[in-house]
Structures are given as structure tokens and as C-alpha cells.
């Protein structure tokens, strides 16, 4: 991950403010806002303002995920091209389906809010939407798992080295 954020700040960072190039990074799969507060606090960007764009950002994408992938993916199936990369995604999101599966609404918190590798707004809604979690109880469920991510990544990225600097 550390690449990668290294390389979307450096590159987009170019060409955008600093508070642009945190929402976008939020909006990006596997950095979401996990990577965004990060170089949020290391680009100066206000803590307050920081935690708006992340959510924000983190949050754009889920509606779309929650109701549109899994007719998309059924399309881009029917394509020999694009049929084994959507079944190597879908079968790399539903190897970790048992979290949220098991628990449903709270296990789909907790998929969200805990800043893992592979976790996050993105698989925790395409998982929710391949096992077909209802749009009205997803929806909240990652809403607060991105709020719960937050506040984690808040007091990493910003409380903690605030004790030290």
C-alpha cells in the first residue's frame, strides 16, 4: 500500500491542492480513507477538514457498488475478455465473505472500520452486494464502518504523532 500511496500523491499531488488530492485518494479502492488520512497528515491538510473530504470521498462510491456491481460484473461476465479478471475479483472478495456473512450488519461494521489490508468500503459493499445484503441495511453498515475507520486512522494519523512532534 505504501507504493501505491506514494505513487497517487506523487503523481496527482502535481496536479492537485492538497485537499483534492485527499478526496480522490479516498475515493480510490484499497487506499480509501485509510491511505487518504495519511497523506492528509503528512501533506499538513487541518484534521477537521481532513476527516470531511475522507468521508466524503470513502463514502461516493458505495451507493453505486451496493446497486450497480453485480449487474455490471453479470455483463462484463458474458465478454470471454473480461470474465476471468471479474471472477478473480469476485472470488478474491468472497474469500473473506465469512466475516461479514456470519454477523451481517455488525459483521459488515466491523469488515469496514477495522483498517486491515484487504478490508475496507469497497470489498466490504461488493461483498455485501454478492451475498445480497439489502441496500437499506448495507448502506448504514458501512456508513458506520467508515466512521469507525476514521475515527482509528484519525487518532494514528493524527493524535499519536501529535504526542510526539
Given at each position: 500500500?505504501?507504493?501505491?500511496?506514494?505513487?497517487?500523491?506523487?503523481?496527482?499531488?502535481?496536479?492537485?491542492?492538497?485537499?483534492?488530492?485527499?478526496?480522490?485518494?479516498?475515493?480510490?479502492?484499497?487506499?480509501?480513507?485509510r491511505?487518504?488520512?495519511?497523506?492528509?497528515?503528512?501533506?499538513?491538510?487541518?484534521?477537521?477538514?481532513a476527516?470531511?473530504?475522507?468521508?466524503?470521498?470513502?463514502?461516493i462510491?458505495?451507493?453505486?457498488?451496493?446497486?450497480?456491481?453485480?449487474?455490471?460484473?453479470?455483463?462484463?461476465?458474458?465478454?470471454?475478455?473480461?470474465?476471468?479478471?471479474?471472477?478473480?475479483?469476485?472470488?478474491?472478495?468472497?474469500?473473506?465473505?465469512?466475516?461479514?456473512e456470519?454477523?451481517?450488519?455488525?459483521?459488515?461494521?466491523?469488515?469496514?472500520?477495522?483498517?486491515?489490508?484487504?478490508?475496507?468500503?469497497?470489498?466490504?459493499?461488493?461483498?455485501?452486494?454478492?451475498?445480497?445484503?439489502?441496500?437499506?441495511?448495507?448502506?448504514?453498515?458501512?456508513?458506520?464502518?467508515?466512521?469507525?475507520?476514521?475515527?482509528?486512522?484519525?487518532?494514528?494519523?493524527?493524535?499519536?504523532?501529535?504526542?510526539?512532534?
Amino acid at each position: 500500500m505504501t507504493g501505491l500511496l506514494s505513487w497517487f500523491s506523487g503523481t496527482l499531488g502535481a496536479v492537485l491542492t492538497k485537499e483534492a488530492l485527499v478526496f480522490v485518494i479516498s475515493m480510490i479502492p484499497i487506499l480509501e480513507l485509510r491511505g487518504a488520512m495519511i497523506v492528509a497528515s503528512l501533506k499538513g491538510v487541518e484534521m477537521w477538514r481532513a476527516i470531511s473530504l475522507c468521508i466524503i470521498g470513502n463514502i461516493i462510491p458505495v451507493p453505486f457498488i451496493l446497486l450497480l456491481i453485480t449487474p455490471i460484473f453479470n455483463r462484463m461476465k458474458q465478454t470471454r475478455l473480461l470474465k476471468p479478471f471479474v471472477e478473480r475479483i469476485e472470488n478474491k472478495a468472497m474469500t473473506k465473505k465469512d466475516r461479514i456473512e456470519k454477523y451481517e450488519f455488525l459483521g459488515l461494521i466491523l469488515f469496514v472500520g477495522i483498517p486491515l489490508p484487504g478490508t475496507g468500503a469497497w470489498t466490504g459493499s461488493l461483498i455485501a452486494s454478492m451475498l445480497g445484503i439489502k441496500f437499506k441495511k448495507a448502506f448504514p453498515a458501512v456508513m458506520i464502518g467508515i466512521c469507525m475507520a476514521m475515527v482509528i486512522m484519525t487518532v494514528v494519523s493524527y493524535v499519536i504523532p501529535g504526542l510526539f512532534w
